[in-house]
């Protein structure tokens, strides 16, 4: 009897725990982060979603413009960067301030070459933000060669670690100029610890700052890990009980990041063989699908509405349509709770950023709009991206500002509808193509040997063309149905008749 007791708590252990799975194909890599078996970070990783956010570049200056005290740079990307005075180290000035006022075209001049970092992405016409202060990420510090300041990350809440590290911080002799920041995955390490990732990041600096003197203008002198290793990096903590990968190649790169950085935890990365795919073992897939949709459905039968343009993300909260037996008031705080616990991961997982507005039901009492507020800031404790919150107004709405860590997954897989003026989105031909080829493996291990898919015809001809291999291996013979009559995002797989029984 009591080891039935054991046995139930370490199935309740692993089903609490947190889980990394990175499942591949040819056009993507995708990574979900499950805690208690439900989504809570995505990733997707594919020849469309490059970033530059992290890189460091050897550029130089080739306008100066002093109506937006900023500089233009050429460093090597189709558009130039654009830096701001405010992201210039005064080490570049070429002459000293003589008042605060600084005026960038005093301070600069065309042709000067400098080492930027990139902080933001290029979007539609406008090139990436840069700044000159330097920041180089290792898994336990953050490394900022000319910028002199040291401090402990915000997310380390608790007033005896925070006391700890900045003990460890005043302890260390930086070498002159330098700064360091300890990052939330250093709770709970030793100084050990500590003190090996730090001599990493000199290391690195060192490389970065050896290939700067010697290389040409404009060149690229360090490149942000790929997706994989920064998740990891970024969202390994002692949680995580298990990272699991499907693929050989990468599972050998997060061995070798796993020996060198944190070895003790090496048993937790395993090489996933079996022929069900792992998001389907683990109940992801349809999590995922969720992302993709513009309303989501809360626990009480209420909804979200997320709705995108240039200008901001709009999120409507709306209640469910059988009212039972709350009264207008009740109704609305309870939906309008689950909408604030759930609105901060929603963002987290589309990679939603920028000015967004939320829709609340309206509530006529205080403590309840008090109390939806702190559930709402209490949700993005977990979130890596800075979060600036206001108040719910009087019509119900509440403004907040979200910062961009990454492309949006909309941005990412789909296209701006050609048939809308840009008002809609359909997905990228290659990543719905992939979709497709996921569905169609599960007929085939499900043993239907015959099966009928219906899509557009650009959809069948993509599959015929580009992905003929796959479909080849697949085991099953695919009668295709061009019908371009069929909406963009959809697509629909039957078995042929006479399989149905199987």
């Known amino acids: 009897m009591p080891s039935v007791g054991v046995n139930k708590s370490i199935k309740l252990y692993y089903l609490m725990a947190k889980?990394?799975?990175?499942?591949?194909?040819?056009?993507?890599?995708?990574?979900?982060?499950?805690?208690?078996?439900?989504?809570?970070?995505?990733?997707?990783?594919?020849?469309?979603?490059?970033?530059?956010?992290?890189?460091?570049?050897?550029?130089?200056?080739?306008?100066?413009?002093?109506?937006?005290?900023?500089?233009?740079?050429?460093?090597?990307?189709?558009?130039?960067?654009?830096?701001?005075?405010?992201?210039?180290?005064?080490?570049?000035?070429?002459?000293?301030?003589?008042?605060?006022?600084?005026?960038?075209?005093?301070?600069?001049?065309?042709?000067?070459?400098?080492?930027?970092?990139?902080?933001?992405?290029?979007?539609?016409?406008?090139?990436?933000?840069?700044?000159?202060?330097?920041?180089?990420?290792?898994?336990?510090?953050?490394?900022?060669?000319?910028?002199?300041v040291k401090g402990v990350s915000l997310k380390i809440e608790e007033a005896r670690k925070r006391r700890a590290f900045k003990e460890f911080l005043s302890q260390l002799e930086l070498p002159k100029g330098m700064g360091l920041i300890v990052r939330t995955a250093a709770a709970g390490r030793s100084k050990r610890d500590l003190l090996k990732d730090l001599d990493y990041l000199f290391r690195l600096w060192d490389i970065i700052r050896k290939k700067a003197s010697e290389a040409p203008i404009p060149s690229l002198l360090y490149e942000e890990p790929p997706m994989v290793l920064k998740v990891i990096r970024d969202y390994f903590t002692w949680e995580v009980k298990e990272v699991l990968v499907d693929d050989e190649t990468i599972y050998q790169r997060l061995l070798g990041f796993f020996q060198e950085f944190m070895p003790r935890y090496r048993s937790r990365l395993r090489l996933y063989k079996d022929p069900l795919p792992l998001f389907e073992r683990f109940h992801v897939e349809e999590q995922v699908k969720e992302l993709y949709q513009r309303e989501f459905i809360l626990p009480s039968g209420g909804s979200l509405y997320f709705d995108l343009s240039e200008a901001l993300v709009a999120i409507d909260v709306n209640t469910s349509k059988g009212k039972g037996p709350w009264d207008p008031e009740s109704l609305a705080f309870l939906t309008n709770l689950e909408a604030a616990s759930e609105i901060p991961r929603q963002l987290r997982l589309r990679g939603l950023s920028g000015l967004i507005v939320i829709d609340f039901i309206d509530m006529a009492d205080p403590v309840h709009k008090k109390e939806v507020e702190r559930t709402l800031r209490e949700g993005f404790k977990a979130d890596k991206a800075k979060v600036d919150l206001g108040s719910i107004s009087k019509f119900g709405l509440l403004e907040l500002s979200r910062q961009r860590l990454r492309p949006s997954l909309l941005e990412i897989s789909a296209d701006v509808c050609p048939y809308c003026q840009g008002k809609g989105w359909i997905r990228k031909t290659a990543l719905l193509a992939e979709e497709i080829l996921r569905e169609l493996r599960k007929f085939a291990l499900r043993g239907k040997g015959q099966v009928k898919l219906r899509a557009r015809p650009e959809i069948i001809e993509y599959l015929e063309k580009e992905r003929v291999e796959e479909l080849g291996k697949l085991g099953i013979e695919i009668l295709f149905c061009p019908d371009s009559q069929f909406p963009f995002d959809l697509y629909e797989i039957l078995p042929i008749k006479g399989e149905e029984e199987r």
């Open 19 to 148: 889980k990394i799975l990175i499942e591949t194909s040819p056009q993507e890599v995708r990574i979900a982060i499950l805690k208690e078996e439900r989504l809570e970070e995505f990733f997707l990783d594919t020849p469309f979603s490059r970033s530059l956010v992290g890189n460091i570049y050897k550029g130089r200056i080739v306008n100066i413009d002093p109506t937006l005290q900023a500089a233009f740079v050429e460093f090597g990307e189709e558009r130039n960067g654009f830096l701001p005075l405010d992201e210039i180290d005064p080490q570049y000035f070429i002459v000293k301030p003589k008042t605060r006022r600084k005026r960038i075209e005093n301070l600069l001049q065309k042709g000067q070459p400098l080492i930027v970092q990139v902080t933001k992405d290029p979007r539609g016409e406008k090139g990436a933000y840069l700044t000159t202060y330097l920041a180089l990420a290792g898994r336990y510090l953050v490394l900022m060669p000319n910028k002199p």
